[in-house]
């Protein structure tokens, strides 16, 4: 192993998870593989799609034998990544930088109807606002009726709730309410 023994943290992958600088997983080793997408477009999309994620040796092997002998051999390592499990904060980060969401039927979102686990939805889409109930400008409470329900007409009511409000909202965004 070369590796330098540099911890790399989850939070610190979110910072490099899109092209302009992008880390790769591979076992426990993190790759900087921002180089390789701008030359070799055909490994861009299997990249981007497996970002914030540990990828094993064999799945890598199995989309492209010849990608993974070039991390292995001509990689750069940034370090290993650290040991400790995901946040559900950087989970939703990389399901938004990944635009990856499931589909959820309104049954499912009216389970997630607590404090320790409010989902709501809004504009036909499912948002995740147990962390955010407590940092919401408009206080907590005005959420809580609404837990594990389509808060659109209410959310859309309030002119506070501006365009700048609307775009980080996607923060949040679990999913896709199922027709
Ligand atoms: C991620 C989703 C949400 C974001 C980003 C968001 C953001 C905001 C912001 C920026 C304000 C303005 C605070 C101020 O300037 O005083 C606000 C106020 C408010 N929000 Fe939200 N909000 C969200 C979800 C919700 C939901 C689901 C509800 C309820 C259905 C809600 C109800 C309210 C209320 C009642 C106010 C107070 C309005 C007032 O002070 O007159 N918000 N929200």
């Known amino acids: 192993m070369n590796s330098n023994q540099n911890i790399v943290t989850w939070e610190d992958l ?3 998870s899109d092209e302009k600088s992008c880390y790769f997983i591979i076992d426990d080793t993190v790759y900087d593989v921002t180089e390789l997408l701008s ?3 055909n490994y861009k999309e299997f990249l ?3 970002i914030g994620q540990i990828n094993r ?3 890598v092997k199995q989309f492209n ?3 993974f002998l070039i991390l292995k051999q001509q ?3 940034v370090g290993n990544i650290e040991k400790k499990p995901q946040s559900e904060y950087f989970k939703r980060k990389v399901r938004f930088l990944k635009a990856e969401y499931q589909e959820f039927t309104l049954e499912e979102v009216q389970k997630h109807n607590k404090m ?3 989902w709501v939805v809004l504009d036909q889409n499912v948002y995740d606002l147990t962390e955010y109930q407590f940092i919401h400008p408009g206080r907590p409470d005005s959420i809580h009726p609404y837990a594990g329900k389509d808060a659109t007409e209410k959310f859309n009511s309030i002119n506070k709730h501006t365009e700048g409000a609307r775009k980080f909202r996607e923060n ?5 309410l199922k027709k």
Request: proline share 0%; net charge negative; glycine share 8%.
């Open 39 to 41: 030359l070799q477009s």
């Open 172 to 176: 949040y965004k679990i999913g896709i």
């Open 14 to 16: 979110l910072d490099h």
């Open 57 to 59: 040796e064999e799945q």
């Open 75 to 77: 990689g750069k390592i």
């Open 48 to 50: 981007l799609k497996n």
């Open 65 to 67: 034998e010849s990608l």
């Open 116 to 118: 320790q686990d409010l």
